[in-house]
């Protein structure tokens, strides 16, 4: 009697050990993953003598089982990225990274301008994407330092689910009479964003890009000519005239590699780098 409740304590035991293991586990992988980036971007600061902050939205699975946060550019976003801008000393170039979808226009609109209003250099990295939102900020830097076949978007505003643009196209065509009253409001709001945004841009170009040009680059992202989604390559990017960069540096990759979306069980890219010479023999 007494062996066997020795061994149900035991049992216990180890189902309580392996409960807490569990639990705190994905805690203290996440915390080696926050300090091997921080090294990273440490490196890179020195290396760039810049003030390096990160915006990268992907997926990252943290929780006890093992959920996936999604993300996107929010008000918290904004808060601290100010705050970073805020502390970085005023004589010291700024070396944002962003990976990003887009998000709320609120919080990259007050990223962007903080970000032009910085005294020194300043200048946007994207490694892979930066969509909407992220093409508002990447404006608003001196420079945009794009990987070859990173993309940059379009910046017109989006209502729900229909792009702004579209909306005040769609009463155009058919006519204020035969349009509802819900789709008239619709349209009166999207035609204030586009305005909004619109005139925003222009105001974080005109420094550096003449009064015209700012005009130009201003309307043309935000009119609609592209779906939302529409990639604009580095070659499309110096065709419309942004000062646009390739020279990404090497720690940025490497910092990416840190930012790996959570396990899936299907379409997992997986690849073997070429080996070197010396690995060779």
């Known amino acids: 009697m007494a062996v066997?409740?020795?061994?149900?304590?035991l049992i216990w035991w180890f189902f309580l050990l392996y409960f807490m293991f569990m639990m705190l586990w994905p805690q203290l992988q996440y915390k080696q993953l926050k300090l091997a980036r921080l090294?990273?971007?440490?490196?890179?600061?020195?290396?760039?003598?810049?003030?390096?902050?990160?915006?990268i939205h992907r997926q990252e699975s943290i929780g006890f089982f093992g959920i996936p946060f999604y993300k996107f550019i929010n008000i918290e976003d904004s808060e601290e990225i100010l705050r970073a801008i805020r502390m970085a000393p005023k004589d010291k170039p700024i070396d944002l990274i962003i990976h990003t979808p887009g998000g709320l226009v609120l919080a990259a609109t007050q990223i962007a301008k903080a970000l032009h209003d910085h005294p020194a250099e300043t200048r946007v990295i994207v490694p892979h994407y930066a969509m909407s939102g992220g093409t508002l900020i990447a404006l608003a830097a001196d420079k945009i330092v794009m990987d070859p076949h990173?993309?940059?978007?379009?910046?017109?505003?989006?209502?729900g689910q229909y792009p702004g643009?579209?909306?005040?196209?769609?009463?155009?065509?058919?006519?204020?009479?035969?349009?509802?009253?819900q789709t008239l409001i619709l349209a009166d709001v999207a035609e204030k964003a586009i305005k909004q945004v619109?005139?925003?841009?222009?105001?974080?170009?005109?420094?550096?890009?003449?009064?015209?040009k700012a005009e130009e680059l201003?309307?043309?992202l935000t009119e609609g000519r592209w779906t939302h989604d529409y990639p604009i390559t580095y070659e499309h990017a110096?065709?419309?005239?942004?000062?646009?960069?390739?020279?990404?540096?090497?720690?940025?990759?490497?910092?990416?590699?840190?930012?790996?979306?959570?396990?899936k069980q299907r379409g997992t890219v997986e690849f073997m780098p070429y080996p070197t010479a010396q690995e060779r023999k």
């Open 165 to 181: 643009p579209s909306i005040v196209r769609a009463v155009e065509k058919k006519g204020v009479e035969k349009v509802d009253d």
């Open 218 to 220: 201003a309307k043309i």
């Open 238 to 263: 110096k065709e419309l005239g942004l000062h646009v960069t390739t020279d990404v540096p090497e720690e940025v990759y490497a910092l990416m590699d840190l930012y790996k979306q959570p396990f």
């Open 150 to 159: 990173a993309v940059l978007g379009p910046v017109d505003p989006q209502l």
């Open 39 to 55: 090294h990273i971007m440490q490196r890179l600061a020195q290396k760039r003598n810049s003030t390096v902050i990160t915006m």
């Open 4 to 9: 066997t409740y020795g061994l149900g304590s």
């Open 198 to 212: 619109r005139s925003f841009i222009k105001d974080i170009l005109k420094d550096r890009y003449g009064e015209e």
